[in-house]
C-alpha cells in the first residue's frame, strides 16, 4: 500500500549533514509528505510535514521539489541519537478518513 | 514523551484466546490510530476512529474489533490469537482527522504462544 520509495539504509558521520531522500512519483495534488522516524521499537515519533514549500523546525528541513515527486529531509547535524528508521509517508485523503501508510523506511546509522 | 499512553506494555497469551489492547490519546485528540508491526511486514495501518465513529479502515483482520469511547480513549479487542498475531500494536492520535501529524505510544507488544 506504500506510495514511496526510500533507500534501505544510509551511514552519516556524526556532526554532519544527513540527507534522506524518498521518491513519491504518484503524489497527487492535496497529499501531503510526511517525515516520522522510530527508534529501536519505540513509538514513531513525527518529524516535519509539507505539502509543496520547503520546511524547517526545530528538529529538521523538508525539501519538497518543485514537482512533488521527491523530497529530502535534512538533519542538520546528525548526533548518535538520530540513528533510528525514517519513514516518508504520502497523507492519503480518502472519502472516509485519513490513513498513514508507512513504507520499508531508511535506516539511517549515525557513525561517530 | 508523546501524551498517548498504551496499556499494558506486555503481554503474553495463548493461541486462541482474546485479547484487548488500551489507548488513552493525548488530551483534546479526537481521532485515534491503531497500527500492527510485525517483524516481517513493518508498520500496517489497521483502524482510525474519530470522535467515536469509524473513519477508515486498514489491512486489519475480521477477527480484530476496535471501538472508542465517548470519554475518546480507544480499545482494540484481537480475538482467536494465532502465533502470527505476535507484533507491536501501536495506538497513535491527532488532533482531527485531517492534515495534522499524529502522535504515537510506546506500544504493547504481544507474545502469542
Known amino acids: 500500500d506504500a506510495k514511496t520509495t526510500q533507500p534501505t539504509s544510509m551511514d552519516c558521520a556524526e556532526g554532519r549533514a544527513a540527507n534522506l531522500p524518498c521518491n513519491h512519483s504518484?503524489?497527487?495534488?492535496?497529499?501531503?509528505v510526511y517525515w516520522y522516524r522510530q527508534i529501536h521499537s519505540q513509538g514513531p515519533q513525527y518529524i516535519i510535514h509539507?505539502?509543496?514549500n520547503n520546511e524547517t523546525n526545530e528538529m529538521a528541513s523538508l525539501i519538497i521539489t518543485e514537482d512533488r515527486k521527491s523530497s529530502t529531509l535534512i538533519l542538520p547535524h546528525a548526533t548518535l541519537r538520530d540513528t533510528a528508521v525514517y519513514y516518508c509517508i504520502v497523507r492519503v485523503l480518502t472519502n472516509t478518513g485519513n490513513q498513514f501508510y508507512f513504507g520499508t523506511g531508511t535506516s539511517l546509522t549515525v557513525i561517530p | 514523551d508523546s501524551g498517548v499512553t498504551q496499556t499494558p506494555k506486555h503481554l503474553i497469551t495463548a493461541t486462541g484466546q482474546r485479547v484487548t489492547l488500551r489507548c488513552s490519546p493525548r488530551?483534546?485528540?479526537?481521532?485515534v490510530y491503531w497500527y500492527q508491526q510485525s517483524l516481517d511486514q513493518g508498520l500496517q495501518f489497521l483502524i482510525q476512529?474519530?470522535?467515536?465513529?469509524?473513519?477508515a479502515k486498514g489491512n486489519i483482520l475480521e477477527r480484530f474489533s476496535a471501538q472508542q469511547f465517548p470519554d475518546l480513549h480507544s480499545e482494540l479487542n484481537l480475538s482467536s490469537l494465532e502465533l502470527g498475531d505476535s507484533a507491536l500494536y501501536f495506538c497513535a492520535s491527532s488532533v482531527e482527522a485531517g492534515r495534522t501529524e499524529a502522535f504515537f505510544g510506546q506500544g504493547t507488544r504481544l507474545t502469542v504462544v
Open positions: 504518484t503524489i497527487s495534488g492535496n497529499e501531503y
Open positions: 476512529y474519530y470522535n467515536g465513529e469509524e473513519r
Open positions: 509539507g505539502l509543496k
Open positions: 488530551s483534546g485528540d479526537l481521532s
